[in-house]
């Protein structure tokens, strides 16, 4: 909230302190001052009085102005402002003068040939936020009341704009310092200065004249202050514009600025109707109807239940804490006003807002949780504030309706308790002091805030009030008495960092991709689920709406956006969970492209199947799934090449698909695999233990077979596995080639074999020979040369 | 022979064999000299089948004499033999000379993305310090997103975390702290608990310095006797671990639903170090973390008797670590993974 210096320095006596002095103790107790500055800047101002106003003949739009300036004497300016003219008094900037807004230094200087000596400034130029002038303010210079006094060189005090701005972040539990009020109490508190009590006028003089009801919990009181045979000042008093500039407010009408500068005081929102409409002088409030309302500006709205709507003895006239109803709007010639203050539930006005596309100013402050309790003291000084904005008035009612059940807050607190849990050694004096500055009355070892704090309910607030009070260093930071415990990283977590660091240091780039996607890419690539995704209701933009079932799409896209930026050798990864109906899965996600640039520098050959396959493998028997636990089948996956891509099954699970995307869904030749890693980590794998080998070392025989077409590697092992060759220690592939000239593939295998002795050589002859009959047998495979 | 007959014969051997070792260039010179002076037909047999000759009480002295001709000649040829295979291994080193400039069979380094190198690197902290490390789903209830941690529908503070719905009842969670709510329910109102939970989060906030994703760390202890000291001091250490010893730690009061007393932490200013500079607004301070002590509320509703137990909690934000630890200047370059961007976190 905009705060303007000079009116809190108004409400609490500041002359003691420096602006660095209070945004300081503001900052270090909980109140950030997220910026500060001045309203206003310029030095080398004076107000003048235009004595002549000449079209300049060469231009189309400027005036040669001789303008008296006083002590100054009378200076030639020539202006280019459309409502520059004889008479009017102006804000001069003298030659010198600097303009921080624009950042420009005023100079003499020519314009068309004509000396000019200064120039005549708007607000604007002074530094004032556009958003905060009217039309005309902003199109023109500044005009200046009739008695404005010319020669005087005090300009940003004569308008009220000698001020700073403090831009406060008051945070949700202190709704109280939404207000200029509550904030003055805050700084005569952290301060120690006194707090100047605005006069208060008590409302219970007045007679009851109102109707007043409210149908709905939703707002438990609803109080009118009538006022009537209104002469409204020609102008709010520009002290009074000013305060409602630095607040961030456009001044409007006197009556208009009554209500809004009644509510940055106290924080109450206040609407005003136009009470002459409503001879009935019933307001009544409902949560429950249901039909058309049409606002002030002739705008239709559908209202349902849950909107607070007030009404008149029969029709709605108010969209509570919104906007006014059509005929409804206060103009400077409405002399009969109900000024309402109420209590709306904040989160109706905050829903209704929304759904209907509305904000307005107080429905930024209805929106927000009020204190209801404070609506007396709100209604009291504004009835002190009406003579600043009325020549005459009288207020002819005040009526409550006020369904608020009494409050009155009891709180049970120990300082030891509090130095137990801080672990703080805070003084009963140093506590004292904080609840005499916060008006906290305490009565033997109970304490009671006062009304105005909403926020203080239990021990742990008034610890808080301490803590901000006094500096953070008061309490020393130690880790004494903080619990010991064997911290450590679950199975899960080891391994999903040793397969990333796996990765890693396999030259893989791990990626960090977004959660939500769109529709298009939720529907690509589905490995495990083919349910339906999480769908956002409230997505920022279509791009961002499906929370995802599967990383590939995510993976294809940073592929393809690395290729488009001519970044083609990718090794890239990612690790992640995904939330599907079904429950949190963790997946790892793989991808390749390009060339491996591992075994030849040279002649790098690109990535292919085996590639990933040789991946998969690692992380698989890295996690003590050996190749025997697991079968590979041709991916069914539609969005893989069926022939160069393949599904991991382990038992009936499917746990991964990996290989080359089909062409008809990239063009380039990318490599990418999916594993569920959640599932994968959850399979128990034996305990590491050290089985003694043999000493004798292993024999290798070589042997080369001319390939069927139908055989595939693993039939070639379960063959020879089962061959009855109790030595077979391993079989390993050595070459696959093709003899010139000959479509006959031919596959080497090296065959180990070895036992706990020296294997003789006839013995190695009879393994050999069984396993070359038996994958002749069953396979019908051929020696080479045979 | 007579001994005199002997000693010129051993001079003259020596004599020729001085001349012909010289003249030994390679293998088979060097064999050729050893059958010369060396084999049968050479002088020194000669004189070794003549000794028998040689009178007794001269055997002796002419005996040593021929030996030690034989063992001059066979350190002659014996120190050739060694010359020669030097000068052989030292021309075979030559040979296989290589560019030790060319470029090795390197596997080139991956890289752990940014985000997660600070994951880890938090984590490994944590677990020194004697953390565990929980994992929750990012489609949370709202039940544990918001109403456990004393956020109920309609708290205004609702606002400050404006987050994507899915049902009524689900939400992506906004913060890591639900699944802290998930922690103290397995806990059943035990203590202690010292946990962090690092993970993604999400709200609709899309701006410069915001991502609609990004990361936090939360952490939860509690215990019978866990102080807001304990807070300070865990948050210093983790500070200045994540950032350097030089870094300025500073607290500042705040206000978070969750937490009472609720805090923001400082570091100093990164550019200007603390005197204050563009960067940091002219504060001389970067906000880093929020924290505070556990609200009894969150005790409460969490299934923790509030009159035994208490604790601490605090949050700090993947991304803007990252950020900041790594000099980055713009949080999309996390979530657009440009292998340029990605390769520069190598060493992490």
Known sequence: ?786 | MDINEIKLAIEKELGACRADIVKVVDQSSLNDFKGLHLGKKSVCSALFSQMRNVPSESKQIVGKLVVDLRQEISEMFNKKETELKNIALEKQLQNEKVDINLPGYSTKLGSKHPFFAVVDDITDFFVGLGYDIADGPEVESDHNNFEMMNIPKDHPSRDMQDSFSITDELVLRSHTSAVQARVMAASKGVGPIKVICPGKVYRRDNDATHSHQFGQVEGLVISEDATFANLLETLTLLLKHLFGDKRKVRFRPSYFPFTEPSIEADISCFECGGTGCKFCKNTGYIEILGAGMVHPNVLRLNGFDDSKYQGFAFGIGIDRVAMLKYNIDDIKRFYTNDIRFLSEFYKE
């Open chain 1, 1 to 786: 909230m905009l705060f303007s210096y000079s009116l809190l320095s108004k409400l609490v006596d500041l002359k003691s302190y420096s602006l660095e002095d209070v945004v300081h103790r503001l900052t270090f107790s909980g109140f950030e001052v997220e910026d500060y500055h001045h309203l206003a800047l310029a030095s080398k101002l004076v107000i003048g009085q235009i004595l002549s106003c000449e079209p300049v003949e060469e231009s189309d739009h400027l005036h040669a102005l001789k303008v008296d300036c006083g002590s100054e004497g009378v200076l030639d300016i020539i202006c280019g402002a459309k409502n520059a003219r004889t008479g009017l008094k102006v804000i001069v900037a003298l030659p010198g003068c600097e303009l921080k807004a624009l950042g420009i230094t005023i100079k003499k200087g020519y314009i068309c040939g004509r000396e000019s000596n200064g120039m005549c400034c708007s607000l604007v130029e002074l530094g004032l936020d556009k958003s905060l002038l009217s039309e005309k303010e902003i199109s023109g210079i500044h005009e200046l009341n009739a008695d404005a006094p010319v020669g005087s060189t005090d300009v940003l005090n004569y308008l009220g704009l000698n001020d700073q701005v403090l831009d406060i972040n008051v945070l949700p539990n202190r709704p109280d310092c939404l207000s200029y009020i509550g904030m003055a109490r805050e700084i005569s508190a952290l301060l120690g200065v006194p707090f100047k009590e605005l006069p208060r006028i008590d409302l219970h003089q007045f007679p009851s004249k109102f109707i007043l009801k409210s149908h709905t919990d939703k707002c438990p009181r609803f109080d009118c202050l009538g006022v009537d045979q209104i002469i409204a000042k020609k102008e709010t008093p520009n002290i009074i514009k000013s305060f409602l500039l630095a607040s961030g407010i456009r001044s409007i009408s006197p009556i208009v600025d009554l209500g809004n500068f009644s509510m940055l005081l106290t924080g109450q929102p206040l609407n005003m109707y136009n009470a002459k409409l409503n001879p009935s002088l019933t307001y009544q409030v409902f949560d429950d109807y249901e039909g058309m309302f049409t606002a002030f500006d002739g705008k239709e709205l559908k209202l349902k239940t849950g909107d607070l709507v007030v009404f008149d003895d029969k029709k709605p006239i108010c969209l509570a804490g919104i906007l006014a109803g059509q005929n409804e709007s206060i103009t400077d010639e409405t002399d009969s006003i109900a000024i309402e203050a109420a209590s709306f539930y904040h989160a109706n006005i905050r829903h209704t807002a929304i759904r209907l596309g509305l904000s307005s100013f107080s429905q930024q402050l209805f929106g927000k949780s009020r204190n209801p309790y404070m609506i007396d003291e709100a209604l009291e000084m504004t009835i002190s504030l009406l003579p600043l904005f009325f020549e005459h008035y009288r207020i002819f009612s005040y009526s409550t309706y006020n369904n608020l059940p009494s409050k009155e807050t009891k709180i049970d607190f120990s300082l030891e308790k509090m130095n137990h849990r801080l672990g703080s050694s805070y003084t009963d004096s140093q506590v004292s002091e904080v609840l005499k500055r916060y008006r906290i009355k305490k009565e033997g070892d109970l304490l009671y805030p006062p009304i105005d704090r909403v926020d203080l309910k239990e021990q742990c607030d008034i610890e808080e009030e301490v803590f901000r009070f006094y500096d953070a260093d008061e309490i020393h930071p130690s880790l004494k008495n903080s619990p010991i415990t064997a911290g450590k990283l679950s199975y899960e977590q080891k391994y999903r960092r040793r397969i990333r660091e796996f990765l890693v240091n396999k030259g893989f780039n791990e990626i960090l991709s977004f959660t939500l996607i769109d529709e298009k890419m939720d529907k690509d690539f589905r490995v495990f689920s083919q349910e339906p995704s999480y769908r956002i209701l409230n997505p920022m933009t279509k791009d961002h709406e499906y929370v995802r079932s599967d990383l590939l799409a995510s993976m294809k896209s940073i592929l393809e956006y690395n290729i488009a930026h001519k970044q083609t050798d990718l090794q890239l990864f990612e690790v992640s969970h995904v939330d599907t109906a079904h429950g949190t899965e963790l997946y790892l996600a793989l991808g390749l492209s390009g060339n491996n640039y591992l075994t030849d520098l040279v002649n790098p050959r690109p990535y292919d199947f085996f590639d990933l396959k040789g991946i998969i493998a690692d992380i698989l028997s890295l996690l003590g799934i050996n190749d025997s636990r697991y079968q590979l089948v041709y991916s069914q996956n539609k969005s893989f090449h069926p022939m160069n891509s393949a599904d991991i099954h382990i038992g009936k699970s499917l746990v991964g698909t990996f290989g080359r995307l089909h062409p008809s869904i990239s063009k380039t030749p990318l490599l990418i695999g999916e594993l569920n890693l959640g599932y994968l980590l959850s399979l128990k794998s034996g305990k590491t233990k050290f089985v003694p080998y043999s000493s004798y070392p292993m024999v290798r025989r070589d042997l080369s077979f001319a390939l069927n077409t139908n055989v595939t590697y693993r039939d070639i092992l379960n063959v020879i596995h089962k061959a009855g060759v109790s030595d077979l220690k391993d079989v390993k592939l050595f070459d696959l080639f093709k003899e010139k000239d000959s479509d006959v593939t031919y596959i080497g295998l090296s065959i180990y074999l070895g036992k706990d002795g020296t294997l003789k050589e006839d013995e190695i002859l009879g393994d050999v020979n069984k396993i070359i009959a038996a994958l002749k047998d069953k396979l019908c495979l051929k020696l080479r040369g045979e």
